[in-house]
């Protein structure tokens, strides 16, 4: 079966790094994305992984290690505003998304 | 990135009637849309998929018939909910996909919040 997995939730404080991590075994691999979901919104796009490697985006970085099923998704310099839900996603081998549950990220003052 | 226009955000409706939710790709052709449901704090679930002009691929345990999916137009997908029971009250939200740059990518639009009283 398919199966992504995160961390349900986690602690942080203002101003701090935090990493959350997910690791994922599907049917094929055709790429990664996190969003981000505030409480009662949808979720909007963070970033995209195909490829080994990290990838920054201001405040947000995303790594990817395909050999190893894994990713993580590193937010730097934390604002309250970050407070939410943190989704992983896997494209598979047929180009549908799997998402894992969520990480529920609380920041701290 | 590609608009996805989700109406109504919100709507409060009687046990026994109908509610119909529409999810429009705004500047982009969509022949696949999804559809999915979130219970509080669990992730996405995924109940169907919108192919255009053909009938809706449903998840298993979702019931075609009272989630009836229209996919009419590249740009337009409509779930109703159909004789709507308290239970069925949750937060609804479509999302299509865009291949860009050699990749797939999906874009939410903004769900519905559906309250059955």
């Known amino acids: 079966g398919q199966n992504i997995d995160q961390p349900t939730e986690m602690t942080a404080t203002e101003g701090a790094i935090v990493q959350i991590n997910c690791t994922y075994q599907?049917?094929?691999?055709?790429?990664l994305f996190w969003y981000q979901q505030h409480a009662g919104e949808a979720p909007t796009f963070l970033s995209y992984?195909?490829l080994d490697g990290l990838e920054e985006k201001g405040r947000f970085s995303s790594f990817l290690s395909r050999s190893k099923g894994y990713s993580y998704l590193l937010l730097k310099e934390l604002q309250m505003k970050d407070s939410a839900s943190y989704l992983c996603?896997?494209?598979?081998?047929?180009?549908?998304?799997?998402w894992g549950a969520g990480t529920k990220l609380i920041i701290k003052p | 990135g590609a608009v996805v226009s989700q109406h109504p955000s919100r709507v409060i409706c009687k046990s026994g009637t109908s509610v119909k939710i529409e999810c429009r790709s705004l500047?982009?052709?969509?022949?696949?849309m999804f559809w999915y449901r979130q219970f509080p704090k669990k992730s996405l679930m995924l109940m169907a998929t919108?192919?255009?002009?053909?009938?809706?691929?449903?998840e298993q345990g979702v019931e075609k018939d009272k989630f009836l999916i229209n996919h009419a137009s590249l740009t337009l997908s409509t779930l109703t909910v159909t004789s709507a029971h308290p239970e069925d009250s949750s937060f609804y939200i479509c999302?299509?996909?865009?291949?860009?740059?050699?990749?797939?990518?999906?874009?939410f639009g903004q769900g519905t919040r559906l309250t059955v009283v």
């Open positions: 992984n195909v």
């Open positions: 919108s192919n255009e002009g053909s009938k809706a691929t449903y």
């Open positions: 599907t049917s094929g691999f055709n790429g």
């Open positions: 500047d982009f052709q969509a022949t696949t």
């Open positions: 996603a896997v494209v598979d081998s047929n180009y549908q998304l799997i």
């Open positions: 999302s299509a996909r865009s291949n860009w740059g050699g990749h797939t990518e999906a874009f």
